[in-house]
């Protein structure tokens, strides 16, 4: 989701802004914190768009229109994060949205009704078998009437109640009555998230079309570390953004049966039997990309390297630890439409060097008391060059550049070295990246370079999925002059 503070930022700031219209700066400050710009000011700022190149305004002012009559139906289950869906409110409240709320018992326990019917400015509703709910709005209603429904934080009973078909409180209830799409943001203990009866409920959620908003790695209120923790707010609120928008752009799907497979996540190299080198990426981008592919209707293989972030539920995973091990993988599956190498792949093994006075057997650990450890370096192979030069070239290959300096420069090395129709550029100096779960990408063709505003990795795996359908809609691709 782009918004006016996006734009702004993207334009030279407010003060900057402000100086191109002739008007005071409080009055751009005021534009952002309402994020709407004014009718008799957008033709200016659309022309300062033009002469910035930046392509967000007219996905800034679709988002904005098209969200107008969209009925959102948030549940909020109970559990420390509950907390959290209080700034969902209100970040919902800032946008056209038709808002209805309801609490379950246990969220009343760490919410308020009050707090939260004042937030939204209209009653929110808490119980099945009330006389007075009942006369204004039944559970069918408050099912029927919701385009999406968003359960923000999820319990793990909550999920186990839905993926088992209970009905026993106004929120299982009206999620069992309702057509709607679903999203769910879980948030719990990390042995609860990763406890294989979660994992087969989610499943089954997933496997009727619900989209899940994984939790994130961290420490927990219960004071344990792991992943289970409720993403932030706006995070969780970009995603349901999306989801209303891209309910429109379904219906030119092209990417319906194609073929993709993506490489994620670092891999790593093992120096002995207890130690390897590896590096910090975290798999988000390209888990958020394969989901997107998927849920629109093609046919994904996701091969990733070991990482911490919870794998995408609805799609083939092939799990990998070695960059030889991600290149055979990656190379038995092909032929695909499709390949996009998202991972960071270790370009070198490392072993240590022998000779005669250091020997090492290396099944076994080195031991420090060694005398000293050199260690050679051997290239592993190019997974992305290896597919785009190979035999079954697929019909679009797109590829990363993370960069830490002269971004623009190596990206369109690579995009002509690697013979790539599409590169991804993003800049992974001072920890930028890595891990997060926002991005700054440029993309990069042999004709030209957007910038892409800084964004969600969902989101830029929505632009992504939306170009992609592009180039299978024109047939002769999206690389226009
Ligand atoms: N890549 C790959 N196999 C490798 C190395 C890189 O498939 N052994 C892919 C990455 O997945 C990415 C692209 O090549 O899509 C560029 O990767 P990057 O790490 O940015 O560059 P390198 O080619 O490794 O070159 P350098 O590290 O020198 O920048």
């Keep these: 989701m782009k918004s006016v503070s996006d734009l702004i930022y993207l334009l030279g700031g407010t003060n900057k802004v402000a100086n191109y219209l002739n008007i005071k700066p409080s009055a751009v400050s005021n534009w952002k914190k309402k994020n709407i710009i004014p009718k008799n000011k957008q033709k200016l700022i659309k022309d300062l768009c033009l002469i910035h190149k930046t392509n967000i305004y007219e996905n800034l002012f679709t988002e904005n229109s098209n969200n107008t009559h969209n009925n959102v139906l948030l549940i909020i289950s109970g559990g420390v994060a509950s907390y959290k869906s209080i700034e969902i409110i209100r970040l919902i409240k800032k946008t056209k949205i038709n808002l209805d709320i309801i609490i379950t018992k246990s969220a009343q326990k760490f919410i308020t009704p009050l707090l939260v019917t004042s937030l939204n400015e209209k009653k929110c509703y808490t119980d099945l ?35 088992n078909g209970i009905a026993d409180d106004l929120a299982s209830t009206t999620i069992l009555a309702s057509l709607a799409k679903i999203i769910i943001a879980p948030s719990m203990n990390p042995v609860m998230w990763n406890s294989s009866v979660t994992r087969d409920n989610c499943k089954k959620l997933v496997d009727r079309g619900v989209v899940f908003i994984e939790p ?59 130690r390897f080198v590896s590096n910090k990426s975290s798999g988000k981008q390209a888990y958020a990309i394969a989901s997107e592919l998927s849920d629109r209707g093609a046919d994904v293989t996701l091969i990733t390297g070991p990482t911490r ?55 076994n650990k080195i031991k420090k008391t060694e005398k000293s450890i050199s260690f050679k370096t051997i ?59 926002f991005n700054k990408v440029y993309i990069i063709d042999k004709y030209k370079c957007e910038e892409w505003v800084k964004q969600s990795k969902k989101s830029v795996a929505i632009n992504l999925a939306n170009k992609i359908n592009e180039y299978f809609t024109l047939k002769s691709g999206f690389l226009n002059k």
């Design 216 to 274: 994130e790695t961290g420490d927990m209120a219960c004071g344990e570390h792991g992943v289970g923790r409720l993403p932030e707010p706006k995070f969780i609120f970009d995603e349901l953004i999306n989801e209303l928008n891209t309910k429109k752009e379904f219906k030119n799907n092209r990417l319906k049966d194609i073929t993709v497979i993506i490489t994620a996540g670092p891999t790593e190299e093992d120096i002995d039997p207890v």
């Design 379 to 437: 290239q592993n192979p190019d997974i992305l060059l290896s597919v785009s030069k190979g035999k079954l070239k697929p019909k679009l290959t797109i590829g990363f550049a993370a960069e830490t300096k002269d971004l623009i420069k190596n990206a369109k090395e690579k995009l002509i070295t690697k013979d790539v129709d599409l590169i991804i550029a993003n800049d992974v100096s001072n920890n930028k990246v890595f891990g997060s779960d």
């Design 309 to 363: 972030t919870s794998l995408p539920l609805n799609l083939k995973v092939i799990e990998v630890r070695t960059a030889d091990e991600m290149y055979q993988t990656t190379m038995s599956n092909l032929p695909a439409d499709v390949v996009i190498c998202a991972a960071a792949v270790a370009d070198w093994k490392l072993t240590p060097n022998i000779d005669e006075s250091n020997y090492f057997d290396l099944k």
């Design 129 to 163: 078998f009330s006389i007075e709910d009942e006369a204004e709005m039944n559970h069918i209603s408050l099912a029927r009437k919701a385009d999406i429904i968003l359960i923000a934080p999820a319990t793990a009973n909550l999920i186990a109640k839905m993926a």
